[in-house]
């Protein structure tokens, strides 16, 4: 006999998974509508459209170690012969899974996360061996206590709030030391230094493609959407690590023809923006679409779910286990430049040096309501940004669709305004 | 000769604008936008240009802005109000100098825009998803006070005593309060003037995330209103100019707009 | 043109230093152990530590002539001892200005055997020791002091410091007495004859068991420490007196610096500043022996160049740091 309590559960999870098919449909269809996208992007569209199709299901039949921010080191989970999965969710349709029971002012991550962890329990229960959670932001770790409480077997990395001082710095090498240990007991398998040495380079090789990817969007012809640089790294997220290298491969092998032959995008007189702050996180690309909607095209990024995620590389001076996770931690800590660390000033060094690097013209600033870190941090960077003549434009959105008119207005008008701004120059 | 025209398709009101190869105003109407703004559109700007003795072919170009722009195919081209605006603004304020920020009271938007010294936009701030402080807001109002909302200006310039306080900035609130103070027997003078001061602190709460300079320039339906305007230059600690129409400079910016590109686009603009 | 340097440069950015680094070191050693053997002499002012006590030596360290010079009556100075000492100085320093502390890095003998020490403790898999930070700062600080002592003690044999009676001549060269370099080096030609205890006086047995202690902990310091005696080395202390004079030198564009803290890893003397200094071009510290490792180990853009003359000549680049990852995992 079914509880009412199950039954009403079962219909959420129906209820839900027709809302996200329908979600990752109309996202993939606004990211396809564009003209003349690189063939290559049709691997990530793909991927993209079975990922929601028949039920959300894992990708991999393998161990999943779930992760809850950037700064778990895939590259240990890899070795111990799991499969690591970036958990945060950009699913409106998971976000109001996860607005039944947590507050309203939560941020939509947050919620969505915890969310899909919720309804796919069932599903996933078995396979997801660790749920592995960073003490970053305040609700990432409340949201821990929550998922410990629906049964997922939570791993506290403990993480420090600030990276400058030495003491921070062993610390965080401290905990992933022990991570590594504790791994092996979660998984049942040995982390040799051998495996992991070949990890890492595996990774480098990730790290190595998503920068020359980059290199291409500093072209003055522009080659590729941001919209869907944002979609090659939200694969990253969860696809298969040999298979995304391929596709990111190709993709950049026909950018490369691309460039050579000057074929361009779209107009080559379109706005050069980057976007920072909060991340834009398959099928939430709300933003990043509109404003290649508006006539402008993201050349650079600075969100822990692009950039961030796949810009540094480990470097190991001695192939031990100990040197090598000291590397790793090393590298998921020291250039970080998430807003739950405390000073972030490497963030405003960072921005100056893409809108360098890149000839951006504009930034947008994307703050989730109840993001209070990225709230906060807006002053700071609007003060650097404007100090270096950019102007930028601070957008505080959700994932629900509601703020269409309204955000599409301010892209517009900004977008318009970097127009009149070239024509004074 | 060549005309242009600026097309404003806003949620409360169509402001259409027809000028000149010279930008001057050559004719402006404002019309109701209804629940058929396409075919209310259409037919403001038909009996518009009929009124200036003009056909469809004399226009050399349109701009549409505001809400409807992108659903109005008839326009050669869409801009965003926030930059139509400020186009407009910069032309309907020669005679008062050089404006720095602009605030825009819409039927359901609230926007302060600041401009750099050349009148280009430099930031701008709108409300959120909320409609606080809008013009729905006057409107609720006078209905609650069976007025019409063209009253609220002269009702607030008769209040004697201290405006009154309305705490709720959310319209659908703020009218059971206001319904609330009238049940209790206060003036609806010092009501209407009380709604007044909580927009006007509304805005210029908004407009200190701009950063407020030189001149303000108050532009929207709700600026003929000139008890709000009163409220307003207290609570911004400054002076406040309105325009002749202040109902249609995003649809004149829009007109300028259309003008400027078809020069743009390499074509004579006389005969 | 600008084509083939441009790809030269690039291919130059590509190598691995490190390897380059070890031949050279390598050539070096044997230059100056036994450059005797091709009649080679590069003189007795070298600003590294090819030893006097060693022979056939190809050159030798400068720090035991300026002991030396120190021991004379200070008016002594004013003669042609004076120029003697003058000449010696310039010499010294013309060594260093073109090469700068590299000559830490890639010539001195007893870096090399550290070197060496580490690569065998690396191949055995065992974990390597640092220092914490603190410690660090504090440790560094010995090497000014032995630099100061070893021109204030043979001062004392010549002159009197504040009518104190004078040393006897056993403190002419107090370093070299304690230097592992007297000890170590002499052993490459088949000479044990500095291992033993000098008998002949209580200064002189103080001193050789003093030096036959310090020889043991540096062999067993440099085995589990990177580099462990160049922390206390009076020479680099002396080098960086005239450090910012150079021409060979490292830069840092503070700009392109993620503060990764890759750098910083992989120096084997500790260098924190490396990495975190945002505010200095010219990032030459102390400690730094121009080894180049931080330079290999950098993956952003130009951010770290080895200069010469201002002319870039080895720098960081993205492409050059993934081969040479990707070489050492290849390598394993």
């Known amino acids: 006999m079914q509880s009412d309590a199950d039954k009403r559960f079962a219909r959420m999870q129906k209820a839900t998974a027709l809302h996200l098919a329908m979600e990752g449909e109309e996202t ?93 329990q069932a599903l996933w229960g078995e396979a997801v061996a660790s749920v592995v959670l960073p003490t970053t932001c305040d609700q990432k770790k409340k949201c821990g206590e929550m998922l410990k409480e629906m049964g997922y077997p939570v791993y506290i990395l403990e993480m420090p709030s600030s990276k400058d001082s030495e003491g921070a710095r062993f610390y965080w090498q401290e905990s992933i030391k022990k991570f590594t240990l504790d791994l092996q007991k979660i998984t049942g398998n040995k982390i040799t230094s051998g495996k992991l040495q070949t990890v890492i380079a595996d990774m480098a090789e990730c790290s190595r493609l998503f920068r020359k990817l980059n290199d291409l969007r500093k072209s003055k012809t522009p080659l590729i959407f ?63 679409i509109l404003v290649e909607q508006a006539g402008g095209i993201i050349v650079a990024d600075e969100v822990c779910s692009s950039n961030r995620l796949l810009h540094d590389a480990v470097a190991y001076d001695e192939a031990n286990l100990n040197d090598m996770a000291a590397a790793l931690a090393d590298r998921y800590l020291k250039p ?81 305004s970097i127009k009149a701004r070239r024509r004074k120059k | 000769m060549h005309y242009f025209a600026g097309i404003d398709i806003g949620s409360t009101t169509i402001k259409i604008v027809l000028t000149d ?57 869409s801009i965003s109000e926030i930059s139509a605006n400020a186009m407009g603004a910069n032309k309907a304020a020669e005679k008062y100098g050089t404006i720095k920020t602009i605030i825009n009271i819409g039927g359901q938007d609230l926007k302060v825009i600041g401009l750099d010294e050349d009148g280009h936009v430099k930031n701008f701030t709108m409300n959120d998803k909320c409609a606080a402080g809008t013009g729905r807001f006057l409107e609720m109002t006078a209905r609650n006070l069976e007025m019409d909302v063209a009253q609220l200006g002269a009702c607030h310039k008769q209040a004697r005593g201290v405006p009154l306080t309305i705490n709720s900035t959310c319209t659908v609130f703020a009218e059971s309060e206001i319904i609330g103070l009238l049940a209790n027997g206060n003036g609806k003078e010092e009501l209407v003037a009380g709604v007044h001061y909580s927009i006007a602190r509304r805005i210029s709460r908004l407009a200190k995330r701009v950063g407020i300079e030189g001149t303000v320039f108050f532009d929207g339906g709700p600026a003929l209103n000139e008890g709000l305007v009163e409220a307003l230059e207290i609570e911004l600690m400054r002076k406040v100019v309105v325009p002749e129409f202040p109902q249609t400079t995003t649809a004149l910016g829009a007109a300028l707009i259309a003008r400027e590109t078809f020069c743009y686009l390499g074509e004579a603009v006389n005969d | 043109m600008g084509e083939i340097m441009g790809n030269f440069r690039r291919a130059i950015n590509n190598t691995s230093l490190s390897r380059f680094r070890f031949y050279f070191q390598a050539a070096s050693f044997l230059l100056l152990i036994y450059g005797g053997y091709l009649a080679l002499n590069l003189g007795d002012q070298l600003p590294t530590f090819a030893c006097i006590f060693s022979e056939p030596r190809g050159g030798s360290c400068y720090l035991f002539g300026l002991q030396h010079q120190m021991t004379t009556p200070w008016t002594s100075y004013l003669s042609g001892r004076g120029i003697g000492l003058l000449v010696g100085f310039l010499t010294f320093i013309a060594f260093f200005i073109v090469f700068n502390k590299a000559w830490c890095g890639f010539a001195c003998p007893l870096g090399t055997i550290q070197d060496w020490l580490t690569a065998l403790r690396a191949r055995f898999k065992i974990r390597y020791a640092n220092y914490a930070e603190p410690t660090f700062q504090r440790l560094k600080k010995i090497k000014y002091i032995l630099l100061a002592l070893l021109i204030l003690i043979p001062m004392a044999i010549g002159n009197s410091f504040f009518g104190l009676p004078k040393l006897n001549h056993d403190f002419g060269v107090p370093f070299c007495m304690i230097c592992p370099g007297r000890t170590i080096l002499p052993l490459f030609s088949g000479d044990f004859s500095q291992l033993a205890l000098d008998l002949s006086s209580k200064s002189k047995m103080i001193l050789t068991a003093l030096g ?33 004079a150079a021409l060979l030198r490292l830069s840092k564009d503070a700009g392109k610096c993620s503060r990764c803290g890759n750098c910083y890893r992989a120096c084997d003397v500790g260098i924190r500043a490396i990495a975190d200094d945002l505010q200095h071009k010219n990032i030459v510290k102390d400690d730094c022996m121009l080894c180049g490792k931080c330079v290999e180990m950098c993956p952003e853009e130009g951010c770290l160049q080895v200069k010469f003359l201002g002319l870039p000549i080895y720098q960081s680049t993205a492409e050059g740091f993934f081969k040479r990852m990707q070489g050492r995992n290849n390598a394993k």
């Open chain 1, 226 to 288: 941001g919209k869907d640089i944002f979609l090659v790294t939200s694969a990253y997220f969860i696809d298969e690590m040999a298979s995304w290298r391929q596709a990111v491969r190709q993709l950049i092998e026909e950018l490369e023809v691309w460039r050579q032959n000057d074929i361009a995008i779209t107009n080559r007189q379109a706005p050069r923006m980057l976007l920072t702050g909060s991340p834009p996180i398959f099928p939430n690309l709300k933003v990043p």
């Open chain 2, 21 to 77: 190869a010279g930008d001057r105003i050559v004719a402006q109407d404002c019309q109701p936008t209804g629940c058929h703004f396409h075919k209310n559109t259409l037919t403001a700007f038909e009996s518009l240009l009929a009124r200036a003795e003009l056909t469809r072919h004399d226009v050399a170009y349109i701009f549409s802005t505001g809400y409807g722009r992108k659903l109005f195919k008839e326009a050669d081209e």
């Open chain 1, 336 to 416: 970080c430049t998430c807003p739950c660390l405390t000073p972030n000033t490497d963030r405003n060094r960072k921005l100056a040096e893409l809108v360098k690097s890149h000839a951006v013209e504009g930034v947008i600033y994307q703050a989730f309501s109840g993001c209070l870190p990225y709230e906060m941090e807006q002053k700071q960077i609007s003060n650097t940004l404007s100090k270096a003549g950019v102007p930028m434009l601070y957008l505080e959105t959700d994932y629900s669709s509601e703020d269409l008119g309204q955000l599409s207005t301010r892209v517009e008008a900004f977008i318009e």
């Open chain 1, 28 to 120: 993939l269809q606004h990211l396809t509508e564009f003209s003349d996208n690189p063939k290559a992007m049709d691997y990530f569209y793909d991927l993209f459209r079975n990922l929601y199709k028949n039920g959300h299901k894992l990708p991999t039949d393998k161990k999943v170690i779930g992760t809850m921010c950037l700064q778990v080191p895939d590259e240990l989970i890899y070795a111990a012969g799991a499969v690591p999965m970036r958990m945060c969710s950009g699913a409106y349709a998971y976000e109001q899974v996860g607005a039944e029971f947590m507050p309203a002012k939560s941020c939509p991550v947050v919620k969505a996360t915890t969310g899909m962890l919720h309804v796919n």
């Open chain 3, 212 to 244: 036959l202690m310090v020889t043991g902990i540096f062999l067993s310091g440099s085995f589990i420490k990177k580099r462990f005696f160049c922390l206390f080395c009076p020479m680099s202390a002396f080098h960086y007196i005239f450090a910012n």
